[in-house]
């Protein structure tokens, strides 16, 4: 009876440590949290990989088609652990929900991030595209960029993607090529507002929220802003 009990109390306290082993690592806290010292460390990573190695930088080969913001993603192979001692817990090579990424790779390389969640609802939306076997094109808002009628697709809302700018949520805009993106147009206006800026009609202005962010602008086309109002515009192919 004795040892029963024993038995008994060992399992219950074993409960708590159990589940916290088994606990998802998706829904870690400190999977989500963009922590800046991780971004450092990365970035110094990055520097001393570059240096060592005649000026190559520690990323994966994507195809030049390849949105801008999404072409440099950093492997950490390389960098691990001979230029850092782990992968970021936040990365989503660890569990995390971040991909880190380089701007700026040719000139001066900036290590960013952005939140992958943002892909997992394109490719949800692209795939009650392709079950319904068209696009739900609903109003035109720019030359080849459209909003889409959701409920067509099934959706009792409008999905939405979390701004890391702004915390708002984004809509999603589409192509003539069916192709699904973010629309960042409104925190370019946040962006833009009230400063004195170089750039001009026909210049991609994307570049605004990478400079006091640690985020890119994810699975976004190109915008610019226009002539008259100085507003952030998709900028025409």
Known sequence: MKKGLQLLCYLLLSIPLLSGCMYPKENLAQNKVPYEDQLSAVQTAVNSY??????????????????????????????????????????????????????????????????????????????????????????????????????????KEDPAALSPYSGRNLPFVITGEAEVYVDYTSDLHEAIKDKDLSYEPGDDIRGILTKSSAFVPAYSLPYTIDEKTKNPIFLAK
């Open 50 to 155: 570059k240096e060592a190695n005649g000026g190559l930088l520690p990323i994966k080969t994507r195809d030049e088609t390849t949105p801008i913001y999404q072409k440099y993603p950093i492997d950490f192979k390389k960098l691990v652990p001979q230029y850092m001692a782990a992968i970021p817990g936040n990365a989503y090579e660890s569990g995390g929900i971040f991909q880190y990424v380089l701007i700026d790779a040719e000139t001066d390389p900036k290590v960013k991030i952005f939140d992958l969640r943002m892909a997992e609802t394109i490719r949800d939306i692209k795939l009650r595209m392709k079950a319904q076997k068209y696009p739900p094109y609903k109003e035109q808002i720019a030359k080849n960029v459209f909003t889409m009628d959701y409920q067509k697709l099934g959706y």
